[in-house]
T-cell receptor, first 114, second 112 residues
Framework: AQSVTQPDIHITVSEGASLELRCNYSYGATPYLFWYVQSPGQGLQLLLKYFSGDTLVQGIKGFEAEFKRSQSSFNLRKPSVHWSDAAEYFC????????????FGPGTRLSVLP | NAGVTQTPKFQVLKTGQSMTLQCAQDMNHNSMYWYRQDPGMGLRLIYYSASEGTTDKGEVPNGYNVSRLNKREFSLRLESAAPSQTSVYFCATTGTGRNEQFFGPGTRLTVL
């Protein structure tokens, strides 16, 4: 069965600083990998996804993530954080059999200092 | 094109009351899902429907029932609400060949 861990429950960074959110997964084959963002009181919005090919994927809002098979990781990065990036971030893994078995990590809450 | 819609947005119930959460999508997607979100636990799958006419249990199905009314609509029913079901409930969909999920805005449910 798949599982996802996000080791950091809460991260605080200063505006303009770089950001890396960690995600590790457990899955028997190459998974589909996702990062979602949730602003307070809102639903989840897809930031980026990895299905195959280039292991560095670009997403919306200046985010990128790198798939590292050897480390079972899919860390999210942003070179310069904006105050509007304060939100909760969820890593998720999807099985390659269509339409089933998505597993979400517990989330990392990001606070941004002015 | 509304995407995924959920009603109601907020609901307060007393223990033992019943209610149905509604989800509708206009994306022509086959698969639909119900999750609950609790602090520190991410999203946990309650039930899903891979296609019209089929439903399957997820990780935390106890205390819930679902109906896939047609391709567009997937409802979640609490027959006898309990305080442990206080949560935020999200509906999501997935289309053919695209395994990303699209989420509704959520229903915040409180059971007293």
């Amino acid at each position: 069965a798949q599982s996802v861990t996000q080791p950091d429950i809460h991260i605080t960074v200063s505006e303009g600083a770089s950001l890396e959110l960690r995600c590790n997964y457990s899955y028997g084959a190459t998974p589909y990998l996702f990062w979602y963002v949730q602003s307070p009181g809102q639903g989840l919005q897809l930031l980026l996804k990895y299905f195959s090919g280039d292991t560095l994927v670009q997403g919306i809002k200046g985010f990128e993530a790198e798939f590292k098979r050897s480390q079972s990781s899919f860390n999210l990065r942003k070179p310069s954080v904006h105050w509007s990036d304060a939100a909760e971030y969820f890593c998720a893994v999807g099985a390659r059999n269509y339409g089933q078995n998505f597993v979400f990590g517990p989330g990392t809450r990001l606070s941004v200092l002015p | 094109n509304a995407g995924v819609t959920q009603t109601p947005k907020f609901q307060v119930l007393k223990t033992g009351q019943s209610m149905t959460l509604q989800c509708a999508q206009d994306m022509n997607h086959n698969s639909m899902y119900w999750y609950r979100q609790d602090p520190g636990m991410g999203l946990r799958l309650i039930y899903y429907s891979a296609s019209e006419g089929t439903t399957d249990k997820g990780e935390v199905p106890n205390g819930y029932n679902v109906s896939r009314l047609n391709k567009r609509e997937f409802s979640l029913r609490l027959e006898s609400a309990a305080p442990s079901q206080t949560s935020v409930y999200f509906c999501a969909t997935t289309g053919t060949g695209r395994n990303e999920q699209f989420f509704g805005p959520g229903t915040r449910l409180t059971v007293l």
